[in-house]
């Protein structure tokens, strides 16, 4: 099992009319619980070597050379988050000749209002300290709050890496990694919310590392590939960081 409470902070600065409207928010989002179940799973024959130097030979049993597996995960995504940002979008109103705003109260919101599925699968594999992973996600959204519907999306994430400390209970590695996201449009009161819909692709760093049941990740992303729906705000980069515990 594993428990996600993501941390959320966004700055903003945005036009309003003719005045500038900026300032922060944050807070814990929405929280999620994902069961996981390994589907397959291979190891090469673990080289065994013993230990002659005492008088009664200490078999001595190293890791699997090369490991790899393929493990599916299943959750719900639950609305614990603050969606009251979602309540600008009632009041939104274009004036003529003033700057056009793409920071609207779906992207300031810190949680969808809705129950969501989420379901994927995971691979990895490794061969002495080198490893590649691949991960796939879709998360089926359920109705948001405030008459907002936040749209079914998938993302993915993909790359080789090299292990720099590698123990029975302690990982550390590195690794060069490419992710992406596609979404189709929001719909706002049973209508299409046009600045939605994106499908994006990023390269960048990935420092991982994980100690007995808790792991961890710091990464930077770059966009090599940003496709919207409308004019809409988009990263220039991303920073991420999270810690999971599993049980």
């Known amino acids: ?21 900026e300032g922060n928010v944050s807070v814990i989002g ?23 130097q005492g008088k009664n030979p200490v078999a001595i049993e190293h890791e699997s050379d090369c490991t790899c597996s393929i493990v599916a ?12 940002r979602l309540e600008e979008e ?3 109103v274009e004036i003529p000749g003033a700057p056009k705003n793409a920071i609207h109260g779906h992207d300031l919101t810190l949680g969808t209002g809705s129950y969501d599925g989420i379901f994927g699968a995971q691979t990895s ?13 879709f998360t089926f959204r359920g109705d948001g709050s405030h008459d907002y519907h936040f749209a079914n999306d998938l993302t993915w994430n993909a790359g080789p890496g090299y292990y720099l400390v590698r123990k029975r209970e302690t990982l550390v590695g590195c690794q060069c ?30 420092i991982i590392a994980s100690h007995d049941q808790i792991s961890g990740e710091l990464a930077a992303e ?8 409308a004019f809409q705000a988009v990263p220039d980069y991303r920073l991420h960081a999270s810690i999971a515990v599993s049980w």
Do not use: C
């Open 1 to 21: 099992m594993q428990f996600n409470a993501p941390f959320i902070y966004r700055d903003f600065r945005r036009p309003e009319g003719f005045a500038i409207d």
């Open 30 to 52: 929405d929280v999620s619980l994902l069961a996981k179940a390994v589907l397959w799973r291979f190891a090469s024959t673990a080289r065994r070597e013993f230990d002659v």
């Open 73 to 84: 995960l299943a959750g719900l995504k639950f609305p614990t988050g603050d969606s009251s």
């Open 90 to 92: 009632f009041h939104e």
């Open 125 to 137: 594999l490794r061969y002495k300290n080198f490893f590649a992973e691949a991960n796939g996600q």
């Open 177 to 206: 990694a490419v992710s992406g996201e596609s979404k189709d449009v929001d719909r706002f009161q049973g209508r299409a919310a046009e600045d939605t819909g994106v499908t994006s692709v990023f390269v960048g760093p990935r």
């Open 222 to 229: 770059f966009p090599v590939l940003m496709n919207t729906t």
